[in-house]
């Protein structure tokens, strides 16, 4: 487990993954994947337990220590009281104090919902401050003091940065360099905007980005621990990949997250053999693997060489 306390502090880690909490059937290894191991064994959706009302409790539950030893109802409930007294009592996240001097704590709660209705969405700083705006509850609130908060946010370890991944292009297109955010738990922001399992899953648009949020926790828990990094890529023809796992050899494989069904699958894999074929043409060494991370179902490798993989079938 990531996280040694119950609350995020200076010396956060990160929360427990799916590994940690002995939720993952632990089939497939990133670790692996970035040697260039990358055969993976053949899983039938029957053989794999989870579903997506499991993995809407997980998301909204979270990985805290406070959390896990309890029923999902009873580990939601102590999350959302977590998640609420961190923004509201001063003595419950005293960490929060030197970076709120001269600030406002609504504010900052206002930035942070903000960025939990746009949680595993390429949302813009602008976006999201005129949306606060337009409701009225800071009407003063511009771009940049937004980017301020954001910051704080980032110093008390509530929301990460994924930065970009940028190679060298012989082409005109060109990679872009804006980092994306993504929370520090998921279910922060399942509390903050109150979203239980029941209303998650009759809310796909909303699973699906929350899952976004939550795989690239998955992600960054798995790589740390190999000793690599998570970014994403964006280039100025529309390509877009979630995520680029990066070691310190430069060694690299492509990432797209998809809640499972064939057509998220199919579209996943265009572009994620789109990616391979782009780098090729630019002279760029080509991914060590390519995976498609995927809410639930079956596992296997196909024989374009892509990787149909559940969330909940990683380690390390």
């Given amino acids: 487990m990531h996280c040694g306390a119950g609350r995020m502090g200076t010396r956060d880690l990160g929360t427990a993954t799916l590994f940690d909490t ?12 970035l ?15 989870m579903t997506l009302p499991r993995l809407a409790e997980i998301i ?3 990985g805290w220590p406070f959390s ?21 009592e001063e003595s419950y996240f005293p960490e929060a104090a030197p970076f709120l001097k001269g600030k406002s704590a609504e504010t900052l709660r206002l930035v942070l919902t903000a960025m939990a209705k746009n949680a595993g969405k ?32 980032e110093k008390l370890f ?15 297109v060109r990679p872009m360099t804006s980092p994306f955010y993504r929370f520090a738990d998921t279910s922060i922001a399942c509390a903050l905007l109150k979203m239980g399992p029941d209303r998650l899953i009759r809310d796909l648009p909303s699973f699906d ?16 621990e190999s000793g690599a990094e998570v970014r994403r890529y964006r280039d100025s023809s529309g390509l877009k990949v979630d995520g680029i796992l990066l070691n310190s050899r430069f060694e690299y494989g492509a990432i797209q997250i998809r809640v499972c069904n ?27 693997f390519l995976i498609i991370l995927t809410s639930h179902g079956f596992m296997l490798r196909d024989l374009d060489g892509v990787s149909i993989v559940p969330i909940n079938c990683l380690r390390p």
């Avoid at 064939?262 to 080509?286: Q, Y």
């Fill in 22 to 33: 002995k939720e993952s059937l632990g089939l497939a290894s990133f670790g692996e994947f």
């Fill in 35 to 49: 040697e260039g191991r990358t055969n993976v064994p053949l899983l039938a959706p029957d053989d794999n337990p």
């Fill in 60 to 62: 909204c539950r979270g």
């Fill in 68 to 88: 896990l030893a309890k029923d999902a109802s009873e580990g939601i409930r102590r999350t959302r009281a977590h998640v609420r007294k961190l923004l509201t």
């Fill in 122 to 153: 390429d949302a813009r700083a602008s976006r999201m401050a005129a949306e606060i705006r337009s409701s009225g509850a800071a009407p003063r609130l511009d771009e940049e003091t937004f980017a301020s908060y954001r910051r704080i946010l």
């Fill in 158 to 172: 509530l929301i990460r940065r994924v930065e970009s991944w940028a190679p060298f292009l012989k082409s005109t």
């Fill in 209 to 224: 980005a929350f899952f976004h949020d939550f795989a690239l926790h998955e992600l960054s828990g798995y790589a740390r």
């Fill in 262 to 288: 064939s057509k998220n699958i199919d579209e996943a894999k265009r572009t994620l053999l789109a990616f391979r074929e782009k780098m090729a043409r630019n002279g760029v060494a080509p991914p060590t």
